[in-house]
């Protein structure tokens, strides 16, 4: 019986996330280095707010995208 408990418990999916409410933004700049639409954009768009930036202490350009997925930075 009580394997049967755990094993019920186990199989209950967790509840997903709440998705966050991102404020629109009308454009972004690509690695094309020109303004483009951000609905038009066929690329992945992340955004790093001025309240990421102070949660975080950044202080460079560098440590404000260092934990964007995919972006990699070197200092020498």
Do not use: C, F, K
């Not at 019920?8 to 997903?16: E, G, H, L, Q, V």
């Not at 992945?44 to 930075?73: K, L, M």
């Amino acid at each position: 019986m009580l394997s049967m408990l755990l094993a019920a418990i186990a199989a209950t999916p967790s509840p997903s996330p709440s998705p966050s409410i991102v404020p629109e933004i009308a454009h972004v700049v690509t690695s094309d280095r020109g303004p483009e639409a951000a609905a038009r954009t066929a690329r992945t768009t992340y955004v790093v707010t001025a309240a990421q930036i102070a949660r975080d202490g950044d202080r460079t350009v560098a440590d404000a995208i260092a934990n964007v997925p995919g972006v990699d930075v070197i200092r020498y």
